[in-house]
């Protein structure tokens, strides 16, 4: 099974998403202002969440329950990385 | 931080990622290495840098293999539970583990690393060379004889996840033997696939680095730049250097650097 239109949304968010990222971080590091660059950095980081969170509504809508869960898991993982890193 | 160090960092990241690009490789694997060998930077945010230089090459690439048809989200998305286990898992056991074991580990990655390259990849016997949705189908219901081997693919890919949440790197080492050898999917796809998979993987990790404070902007901030002008290069450098060449330079920097990560974890460098 595929999902020709949901590899084309994924492909211009990832696509652009970098791009963004990318010139947010050099032009933080171009103007030494380290917040601006520390934000690319940031969003660089929720890009794939981003790109998991698409997925699983892609799922959801198209009533593919069994992907859709698994792709809340995989959100929930990520979640519980982010966690341990703020308490452990 | 000063702008020259800014600058070297860029160009390592730079070179790290045209020639582990042009060999379908991420630079991860020598960024670390080169940056506290040669930079004295803490391994500790070496990894951090290098994990978002790791997202950066995987969201930047991932386009293109969407638009030819190569990435098997759904195959995907399925092995993503079992490396984002394994990345909170290494996220768990990343502040217990002394920076020596640390080092003693990136050693036996690049010796595996070195070793898969004199290793000519072949196409898995008994793959099917065309995109089969049936056999993907059969596969992602998990019934039929693929259920013997998604639990031997997902056991890998929690290990590829846990090696790099540790490191810092997209693990291609682990995830390789999982895709060809336990799943049998063709290289292209698997390339594609895995590729897909490591923003993911390195994004649970990545956000427990950034909370943790081991991400700094100062080297972090050059190093994802100078990956993402890297894999562009990287592609043009796969149309000038031969394989061969190319490969000839990889062991040989591979087995320099595992040199240098022993002598780090057997205190004799620090």
């Given amino acids: ?88 | 931080m000063h702008t020259g160090f800014e600058w070297w960092l860029f160009a390592v990241a730079v070179g790290a990622s045209a020639v582990g690009g042009a060999l379908g490789m991420a630079g991860g694997i020598f960024v670390v290495p080169i940056l506290t060998i040669f930079g004295h930077v803490d391994i500790r945010l070496a990894i951090g840098a290098s994990l978002v230089s790791a997202i950066a090459c995987s969201c930047g690439s991932a386009a293109a293999f969407l638009r030819g048809h190569l990435t098997n989200i759904r195959l995907a998305i399925v092995l993503e539970i079992a490396t984002t286990l394994g990345a909170v898992s290494g996220v768990l056991l990343g502040g217990a583990i002394p920076a020596r074991a640390l080092f003693a580990l990136f050693a036996v990655v690049l010796l595996l690393s070195a070793q898969q390259m004199l290793v000519r990849r072949g196409e898995p016997s008994g793959v099917a060379t065309t995109a089969d949705a049936g056999r993907w189908g059969t596969l992602l219901r998990l019934d039929a004889d693929r259920v013997q081997r998604v639990p031997l693919g997902m056991t890998l890919m929690y290990g590829a996840g846990l090696i790099s949440s540790l490191l810092g790197i997209g693990s291609g080492v682990l995830k390789i033997p999982a895709m060809d050898g336990a799943l049998r999917l063709p290289i292209k796809v698997s390339s594609a696939t895995s590729n897909f998979m490591i923003g993911v993987t390195c994004a649970a990790s990545a956000s427990a680095a950034f909370m943790r404070g081991t991400v700094v902007t100062a080297i972090a901030g050059p190093v994802a730049l100078g990956s993402v002008v890297g894999a562009l290069l990287g592609a043009r450098l796969l149309v000038i250097a031969s394989n061969g060449t190319l490969r000839v330079v990889f062991i040989v920097v591979l087995l320099a650097l595992a040199a240098q990560m022993v002598a780090y974890a057997c205190g004799i460098l620090s």
């Fill in chain 1, 1 to 88: 099974m595929r999902h020709p239109q949901l590899e084309r949304v994924l492909a211009a968010v990832l696509q652009y998403g970098t791009w963004l990222a990318t010139v947010v971080i050099a032009a933080g590091l171009a103007m030494t202002r380290t917040r601006i660059a520390t934000a690319g950095i940031a969003l660089l980081i929720l890009l794939p969440v981003l790109r998991v969170a698409l997925m699983l509504i892609v799922f959801v809508r198209q009533r593919d329950y069994r992907l859709g869960a698994v792709a809340a898991l995989v959100l929930l993982l990520i979640g519980l990385g982010f966690t341990l890193g703020v308490v452990a």
